[in-house]
């Protein structure tokens, strides 16, 4: 079937929805429209007139008889008052809390509860005050309003020569929240906020579109309007000129077809030639079955897209042969085949045995597609694909390039969102588009047994290539990881990332990627403080006066004592952020950094931290990790208990930490007290806490460094210029506000560290707020 213009139907008022609605939708369906195979859904009959009368007795006989049971109560007095058996007494707590219900995989999309709820063991909730549900909210990441926010689909702004040929960019990354090829820290309005490419809309857990769109970044993400928990997914829109400061705008999309009735996931936009841009996104029909739609912008002279459109023709693919129909979402942004005269887009899936794939569609119109055979690329025992992405990078250069590039000097980065760990990976490699296939240059690193873009918090990520400052540009989605009991009482719940740029790491040999904060960032950089030689002993906590500490960019530049690394001798080849005891667990070399969101007496800190390990063979590893854990080690190795803030001991049952404040004069350091105390990077017993990390190369010649991005209640960490990234959601309870302090830190056993440069910059808030039409644009 050919599909023209003429085929999308004619707008209706938003207002005849219970819901903003800032697209025309199409006529209402027919009473008997057909589902992919399946039974159609008829309208109930109206209920008749005799049946509703009967209905309204019964309820008005009810309420009488609870009107007089009420009087009867009130004028029946006992010995205590109005209470004829005594006043009530207070219920006992339950023993265990009940476990959240699960949300999203009976959907066909992945897990988004947090899993807090299912820690057990504590008889309440932690009694979470509005002081410290208020400073969670970030600053300069992007969020909603309130509600549930998840991935983000992005595009980017159309270049300011029309002449530009075949640019393509990702409008809807991967889930709700985050933008497609273009994301930012972007948090939901209010309630729940998902991805962005996979879900579309910033609303839940991933970016969705993001596109530079006549000089507006266009934000969309999966969203939930109703509550701060997943469900009820639509699509978000918000805009921006820097990516830093953001316009709220009606929403996108909202699920009111059967196509898409169990919620607009994510999907991808596509700039094209001419200037048309498309949008191709998974809907969750009314049977549950997911199926690829398009939407297009209503006026598309309008720079905020505010109104879109749905195809009159949509489902345009539906689940082939041997794909399940819960297994079949995210189309990428499409790229352009030159020898075909045809674009490409790859949607993420598994088949029976759990080998994660990649399906290649190619298309002339984007309203007819052709499955092309074999696969993209495959990996067995990773499970669903999620939000796949899939970019050229640069070998040679530092410029970003269009999707559709290819060619000498070009490799392509394979990224893929695996439900069955929800982490994000990627590999690098080389895509022949004559075979339809991409192969990475180390079996080793593939997608999902290899690298992660990022080691913490962090899924659903999607990048786009922003062709005014020629540039690829990451957004990721990071979820809570409190209660959904917290979420709800402060209204919202999941923010994105700082947008990042991303190249080819070339001094490793394009081994890896580099992620590093737009440069927009530093333009929220307010004064500064700069320290130089900072000579930390082994088992020292030295504190940076800063001031206030919950907005800070910093950037740490560390060396370790030569004399003691040329004195370790033994190996330490088991060591690993994840398995290790944290920041707590003491080697010869490490660890060591510093203590963000830390309390004046370290009783609550997030420790952001390398550790260096020699392998077997003599020579060295170094690893960059976080610890948002309380660890109780092991006190016999840990001899010196007294001189970290992160040790622990046990004691009769409960838990007990000591610090040691130092001071410095001159070059002698004296120890002022200890602290007693709990280590952790919060007080509260509804979190889930992890240590996260990774190795990181270090070239010789290098010294160690790190790029701390501190906002309220997420740290972001870049080590060694951005081959490794960290993020974490922190939730203290009193190292907030004033409160809230830095600190460097060496637990090592051998050997006092330098940090040689820490600069330190408050951070302003970004402006994030709705637009209005007064303001014009």
């Known amino acids: 079937m050919s599909a023209t213009a003429q085929d999308l139907g004619p707008g209706i008022s938003a207002a005849s929805f219970s819901i903003p609605c800032s697209y025309g939708p199409l006529p209402a369906a027919a009473p008997n429209e057909p589902l992919l195979g399946f039974p159609s859904s008829a309208t109930s009959p109206p209920r008749p007139r005799g049946l509703d009368f009967a209905l309204r007795t019964v309820a008005l006989a009810l309420a009488c008889v609870f009107l007089l049971a009420l009087v009867l109560s009130l004028t029946s007095t006992g010995p205590d008052g109005f209470w004829p058996h005594g006043p009530p007494q207070p219920e006992d707590p339950p023993a265990v809390r ?415 990627l580099l992620q590093w904060p737009v440069e927009e960032v530093e333009s929220l950089r307010q004064g500064s403080k700069a320290y130089v030689g900072v000579r930390v002993p082994a088992g020292f906590v030295v504190p940076l006066d800063v001031g206030e500490a919950t907005q800070l960019d910093i950037e740490a530049e560390f060396e370790v004592d030569k004399d003691a690394l040329e004195a370790t001798a033994e190996a330490d080849v088991l060591y690993n952020c994840s398995t290790s005891g944290g920041a707590a667990e003491r080697g010869a070399l490490g660890p060591f950094g510093l203590l963000v969101l830390a309390d004046e007496s370290l009783s609550e800190q997030t420790a952001v931290y390398f550790y260096v390990a020699r392998n077997a063979d003599g020579g060295l590893r170094t690893f960059v990790c976080q610890d948002e854990l309380r660890y109780v080690p092991d006190p016999a190795l840990n001899p010196t208990p007294f001189y970290f803030p992160a040790f622990s001991n046990s004691h009769g049952g409960r838990e007990e930490c000591a610090f040691s404040h130092v001071r410095k004069q001159g070059d002698e350091y004296s120890e002022l007290r200890k602290f007693p105390g709990n280590c952790r990077s919060s007080k509260a017993n509804d979190l889930v806490k992890r240590i996260y990390g990774s190795t990181v190369p270090v070239l010789d010649g290098e010294k160690l460094f790190l790029r701390i991005l501190v906002d309220h209640s997420i740290v972001e960490t870049f080590g060694q210029g951005g081959r490794a990234a960290i993020t974490s959601r922190v939730y203290p309870t009193e190292a907030i506000y004033g409160d809230a302090r830095l600190f460097l830190f060496n637990n090592a056993t051998r050997g006092h560290v330098t940090a040689t440069s820490v600069n330190i910059w408050h951070i302003s808030s970004a402006s994030i707020r709705p637009y209005t039409p007064a303001e014009g644009i």
């Not at 008889?123 to 309003?145: C, D, G, K, V, Y």
């Not at 309005?189 to 490419?197: I, T």
């Open 98 to 512: 009940e476990p959240p219900p699960s949300r999203g995989p009976s959907q066909g999309v992945s897990e988004k509860s947090s899993g807090a709820q299912r820690l057990g063991g504590a008889r309440s909730h932690f009694p979470w005050t509005n002081n410290m549900l208020s400073w969670q909210r970030t600053a300069f990441h992007f969020q909603p309003e309130k509600n549930w926010m998840n991935g983000t689909y992005g595009g980017t702004r159309p270049p300011t020569s029309p002449s530009l040929p075949n640019c393509s960019f990702s409008l809807f990354p991967c889930f709700p929240p985050f933008t497609d090829s273009n994301c930012s820290y972007f948090v939901s309005p209010s309630w729940w906020a998902r991805d962005a490419w996979r879900d579309a809309g910033i609303l839940w857990r991933r970016f969705s579109l993001f596109q530079i769109l006549m000089g507006w970044y266009h934000l969309f993400y999966q969203y939930n309007p109703d509550s701060a928990v997943w469900g009820n997914i639509t699509w978000g829109h918000a805009v921006s000129r820097d990516l830093i400061h953001w316009l709220y705008l009606p929403l996108a999309l909202v699920p009111d077809r059967w196509y898409d009735a169990g919620g607009v996931w994510s999907g991808s936009a596509t700039l094209l030639p001419d200037g048309r841009l498309v949008m191709l996104y998974t809907g969750s029909t009314n049977a549950s079955v997911q199926v690829q739609n398009l939407a297009f912008p209503e006026d598309p002279a309008d720079p905020l897209l505010v109104k879109w459109t749905k195809y009159a023709g949509n489902p345009v693919l539906v689940p082939p042969k041997g794909i399940s129909t819960l297994d079949f979402r995210d189309p990428t942004t499409a790229w352009y085949v030159a020898a075909d005269g045809a674009w490409r887009i790859t949607i993420g899936s598994k088949d029976a045995r759990k080998t994660g794939l990649s399906l290649v569609y190619s298309t002339k119109d984007f309203y007819k597609y052709e499955l092309l055979d074999g696969v993209l690329h495959a990996v067995p025992a990773t499970g669903m694909w999620e939000c796949i992405d899939f970019y050229p990078v640069e070998t040679e250069g530092v410029k970003g390039l269009d999707t559709s590039a290819n060619g000498p000097g070009v490799k392509h980065v394979l990224k893929a969102s695996l439900d069955d760990d929800k982490h994000d990976y990627y590999a690098i490699g080389t895509y022949d588009p004559e075979t339809n296939r991409w192969t990475p240059d180390d079996a080793d690193l593939d997608v999902g047994i290899g690298l992660r873009l990022d080691y913490g918090k962090y899924y659903a990520s999607k990048t786009f290539y922003d062709q005014e400052k020629k540039r690829r540009v990451l957004w990721g989605w990071i979820g809570e990881t409190d209660s959904e009991q917290a979420d709800i009482k402060k209204g919202w719940a999941s923010i994105q990332t700082v947008p990042r740029t991303v190249v080819l790491d070339q001094k490793t040999g394009g081994r890896n």
